[in-house]
């Protein structure tokens, strides 16, 4: 006998088997029941979280000569037909190979025939988004009045695709990814209907692994059965996931929030020389330190932690506070192996920042002024040159403004602020510091010590974001510090457009690039965030709209252009 595999031969043929979907088993049911099916459903949702199997279970209830509160009997022939693969009034289609006009030209003549054995024919059209705008339209007027002997179910996993005049004309069902919970009771009931023996935690792992969806789950139990029996312990099945084998992922995390360099280090040394992938390793690390975070939270009863899992947490819980997990999670999370997942080095460097920042104290910060008006008040703009037989007075850059304390109110806006000798140091020489620009922007926050430092070191920002890509630091070089208050920094951009661009390209990558620079140029992780700072666009550096330019030269410097002449 043809060995079948495990997700296909405990495919649930009932509506009370289908995991972690009773919104829409208990719909599809009632509507069985009282003889009332739509007709068309669309069901949308993750990979492996039942849309096939359910529109199959529907068509085999609709058709059930008995069936039981609208579950199919499972004992009359047309049950039969659909378990054994054999129903001809079931018509499955595969829109990714069948997405012409010309299919669906066929299934709409079709639809006109009667069914062969049942009551309906049940048109399944499986990834429906990869259907052409013709072929779209084409089932529009068959989809709104079919026959009423024919249902049509859609499935997709884009449903974002799906033309909204398709939409209107369906019952639209959005499955969710299965919870853990679930899918262990459906891995339990595989489990012992295989025979297998599984050490407490191991459904747990596999469900975990599987990120809600049950057919992974189920062809990961069945990779674990090919390779170590019906008898599975705690560590056949972390070796079979590629998980770490043994409890260095949970060492590692100990070390990290008690900030202990010398074991992280040997460590993750460790498993680089036995040959662990040390990108899963910190993977492992990561998974670890939000149980622990959940745990310190009170939230940890959500978890669904097996025993001896949660007894672990509980270990390291002891004397670790919620800042020092946070802490730990934001360094380890960030970690980047370009392409190398078995390099230790990355995760040795964040996991030896993440220890030194901690436990050495940031650098010293300039005191910060005593007026707060300063923050609200703009700087004043650059002096009138002063004749050449005079000697010229170098303009202070926004750095040393912010960082120096004035005894004096600040100018009024507009007026020229009056010349004042260095009471002690001389001033750098404007031909030493990069190209001037001039800032005077209203509306940020108080100046405080890292605010201070920050826009002293902002040059080093700036330069890492240009290390990133030129466009990043063409869109860099306009931002400017906003606000910081010790946890969080805000960096303001003229346009909206800029700031949902910094927010949001390369998948947030380039915000992180920001928050790592920030955070090595104040010596102390932040949480950096990008704000719109309207105010920036009338400083002289991002010159404002005017009606003259074409939408082409506006469009160019929102992405950070100067012009050279106008």
């Known amino acids: 006998m043809a060995q079948e595999v495990l997700y296909r031969k405990w495919r649930p043929r009932r509506f009370v088997d289908v995991a972690g979907q009773d919104p829409v088993t208990t719909t599809m049911r009632n509507a069985v029941a009282a003889g009332t099916p739509a007709h068309a459903y669309l069901f949308c949702g993750p990979r492996g979280t039942g849309k096939t199997t359910t529109a199959r279970i529907l068509a085999k209830a609709v058709n059930c000569a008995d069936p039981q509160a609208g579950e199919p009997c499972e004992q009359c022939p047309s049950c039969i037909s659909y378990n054994e693969g054999r129903a001809i009034?079931?018509?499955e289609l595969d829109a990714a190979s069948n997405r012409g006009i010309d299919e669906i030209r066929d299934l709409r003549e079709g639809t006109g025939y009667a069914p062969a054995a049942g009551r309906y024919k049940v048109y399944l059209i499986d990834e429906v988004h990869m259907l052409t705008d013709a072929a779209f339209n084409a089932l529009l007027k068959t989809l709104e009045e079919p026959p009423p002997h024919v249902i049509?179910?859609?499935?997709?996993?884009?449903?974002?695709?799906?033309?909204?005049?398709i939409l209107s004309r369906c019952q639209r069902f959005d499955l969710r990814r299965i919870p853990v919970s679930a899918m262990v009771q459906r891995l339990e009931t595989i489990?012992?209907?295989?025979?297998?023996?599984?050490?407490?935690g191991g459904y747990e792992l596999i469900a975990r692994q599987a990120t809600g969806s049950l057919r992974d789950a189920v062809n990961l139990l069945d990779q674990l059965i090919a390779f170590h029996g019906t008898t599975l312990t705690l560590d056949d099945v972390r070796a079979g996931l590629g998980l770490v084998v043994d409890d260095r992922a949970a060492g590692l995390a100990r070390a990290a929030v008690?900030?202990?360099?010398?074991?992280?280090?040997?460590?993750?040394?460790?498993?680089?020389?036995?040959?662990?992938?040390?990108?899963?390793f910190l993977r492992e690390t990561v998974a670890v330190l939000r149980s622990l975070l959940m745990f310190k939270a009170g939230a940890g009863d959500r978890l669904g932690l097996a025993d001896a899992q949660a007894?672990?947490?509980?270990?390291i819980a002891v004397g670790a506070s919620v800042a020092d997990i946070v802490a730990a999670l934001e360094a380890l999370s960030a970690v980047d192996f370009a392409g190398d997942a078995y390099d230790s080095l990355p995760a040795e460097i964040a996991f030896a920042a993440l220890c030194t920042g901690v436990s050495s104290a940031p650098a010293a910060s300039p005191p910060a002024p005593s007026a707060p008006a300063r923050a609200a008040t703009p700087p004043p703009p650059r002096a009138t040159p002063a004749p050449a037989s005079e000697g010229v007075q170098a303009r202070p850059t926004p750095r040393a403004t912010a960082a120096r304390p004035s005894s004096k109110?600040?100018?009024?806006?507009?007026?020229?602020?009056?010349?004042q000798p260095a009471p002690s140091a001389p001033v750098a020489a404007p031909a030493a510091a990069p190209p001037a620009r001039e800032f005077a922007p209203t509306g940020g926050g108080d100046v405080t010590p890292d605010l201070a430092l920050l826009r002293e070191r902002w040059d080093a920002v700036q330069a890492t974001m240009r290390g990133y890509s030129r466009p990043v630091g063409a869109l860099f070089a306009i931002a400017y510090p906003k606000?910081?208050?010790?946890?969080?920094?805000e960096v303001g951009l003229p346009f909206q457009q800029q700031v949902d661009k910094a927010r949001d390209q390369d998948g947030g990558k380039v915000l992180q690039t920001l928050t790592t620079a920030v955070t090595e140029a104040l010596g102390h992780p932040v949480q950096v965030s990008v704000v719109l700072w309207?105010?920036?666009?009338?400083?002289?550096?991002?010159?404002?709209?005017?009606?003259?330019?074409s939408h082409l030269v506006e469009e160019a410097l929102k992405q950070g252009a100067e012009p050279i002449g106008e």
């Open 483 to 489: 606000s910081a208050d010790g946890e969080r920094v």
């Open 152 to 165: 049509f179910v859609l499935a997709t996993t884009e449903a974002h695709r799906i033309p909204a005049t």
């Open 258 to 280: 008690m900030r202990d360099l010398a074991a992280g280090l040997s460590l993750l040394a460790g498993a680089r020389d036995d040959g662990v992938e040390v990108r899963a």
């Open 311 to 315: 007894d672990e947490i509980d270990a």
């Open 534 to 549: 309207a105010e920036l666009g009338n400083t002289g550096h991002v010159p404002s709209a005017r009606p003259t330019r």
């Open 409 to 419: 109110a600040p100018a009024a806006p507009g007026r020229p602020a009056p010349t």
């Open 191 to 200: 489990g012992l209907g295989e025979g297998l023996t599984v050490a407490p």
């Open 89 to 91: 009034d079931l018509i």
